[in-house]
């Protein structure tokens, strides 16, 4: 049986976002997975209520969250880092499903975050591999 995947992904960098998606997509179909639903937000600060109703739908096995937390002249990023982290760990256990980390960041460049867009690749394989 196919694990079916949600995906909450970052429309603040859509062009990046779309390539991580991308590899989302053929990183699923590799493992016999299917993205069954994707929702674009803001950025990671507002995932956590997508990923709450990822994680009850009963048609979704697990759900996989895509963004990218730059580098900044402040710790905006790293307080946004370390509070969705949190909270994606809270409703994984609550939930009983697993949730994928293809966040790049906090604090990544540009040129950083262009050599990790298989982050998503990654957070899909780990996605599947827990839900089996």
Known sequence: ER??????????HNKLMDRMLEDARVSAEA???????????????EAPLVVENMLQDPTLDAC?????IEKG??????EMGATFSI???QLELEYGKPVG???IGPGATAEQA????????NAVRASVR???
Do not use: N
């Open 3 to 12: 694990v079916r995947l949600g995906v909450c992904i970052g429309e603040f």
């Open 31 to 45: 493992m016999g997975a299917t993205i069954d639903k994707v929702v674009w937000v803001p950025g990671t600060y």
């Open 64 to 68: 996989v969250v895509l963004g990218y």
């Open 73 to 78: 002249s402040t710790l905006h990023g790293q």
């Open 87 to 89: 909270i994606a760990k």
């Open 101 to 103: 980390m293809g966040i």
């Open 114 to 121: 262009e050599m990790r867009v298989a982050y998503a690749g």
């Open 130 to 132: 827990m839900a089996r």
